[in-house]
């Protein structure tokens, strides 16, 4: 059985396809993008490996250099970074329990909104007791600062 080389490019084509999936940087899909241009090519044309290689390495380049900007922007969606402020905000006033006890010394554990935040206080608390959330502490939003009810 013979396999044609336009046939070799299409599956190098699906093996860089693949790797896109595992690897991060969305840079692989760009020389898959080169493979399947590469094997068009040898299907159409009857170019030595060279010429098909050449072919392969300046379409991908041209591929990732002028799609890799613009198609970073389209599938990496866009941060608002008040989102998460609002969140966080959110959650601000609102009733916890305790469910490790919360030392002056040491954070302990509350559970809201059926979640466990880590939570912070100025007084010590005990499980089990209503709490109130003060303030959101961490930038990341995943301790609170709480006062006994």
């Known amino acids: 059985m013979d396999i044609s080389v336009s046939l070799i490019w299409f599956f190098v084509g699906v093996i860089f396809l693949i ?59 866009k941060v608002i970074d008040d989102m998460d402020d609002d ?20 954070p302990g554990e509350i559970k809201f909104m059926g979640s466990f935040w880590r939570a912070t206080a100025s007084d010590t608390i005990k499980d089990g007791q209503a709490v109130i959330i003060e303030s959101q502490i961490s930038e990341s939003g995943l301790t609170f600062k709480v006062k006994a009810v």
Request: aromatic fraction near 14%; hydrophobic fraction near 50%; charge should be positive.
């Open 19 to 77: 790797a896109e999936l595992m690897l991060p940087g969305f840079i692989v899909i760009f020389f898959a993008g080169g493979s399947f241009v590469a094997s068009i090519t040898a299907w159409i044309f009857d170019i030595s490996l060279t010429v098909q290689t050449s072919i392969f390495l300046l379409s991908s380049l041209i591929l990732l250099f002028s799609l890799r900007k613009y198609s970073l922007k389209i599938f990496r969606g």
């Open 87 to 106: 969140y966080g905000s959110s959650k601000i006033g609102k009733h916890a329990v305790v469910t490790k006890t919360i030392t002056p010394e040491l």
